[in-house]
Nanobody
Framework: QVQLVESGGGLVQAGGSLRLSCAAS????????MRWYRQAPGKERELVAS???????NYADSVKGRFTISRVNARNTAYLEMTSLKPEDTAVYYC?????????WGQGTQVTVSS
């Protein structure tokens, strides 16, 4: 059974930092692209960052320079380090594991940034 479990969300003041984790099981983690998405109330889900199995990363323009995605294949875990957080970063954050055939999603973790 495939599971992606996010953790690390919470309430933080603007300018603060959080680190999200996504622990995967039931998949060959090292062969999957890992992505972080977010969805704010009333908005569509958007791609925030992605990292390939070999560590190449990409970011949405809105988070470049503030967020860092990483992964530790030996731990089957992906991370999203978020700094200089803004109220507009408030959303539910989801991790996704993208394989050749299908993709898997976690249940999401809430991030709330107060002004």
């Amino acid at each position: 059974q495939v599971q992606l479990v996010e953790s690390g969300g919470g309430l933080v003041q603007a300018g603060g930092s959080l680190r999200l984790s996504c622990a995967a099981s039931g998949i060959t983690f090292s062969s999957h692209i890992m992505r972080w998405y977010r969805q704010a109330p009333g908005k569509e889900r958007e791609l925030v960052a992605s990292v390939t199995p070999t560590g190449t990363s990409n970011y949405a323009d809105s988070v470049k320079g503030r967020f860092t995605i990483s992964r530790v294949n030996a731990r089957n875990t992906a991370y999203l380090e978020m700094t200089s957080l803004k109220p507009e970063d408030t959303a539910v954050y989801y991790c996704q594991a993208r394989g050749l055939i299908r993709e898997y999603w976690g249940q999401g973790t809430q991030v709330t940034v107060s002004s």
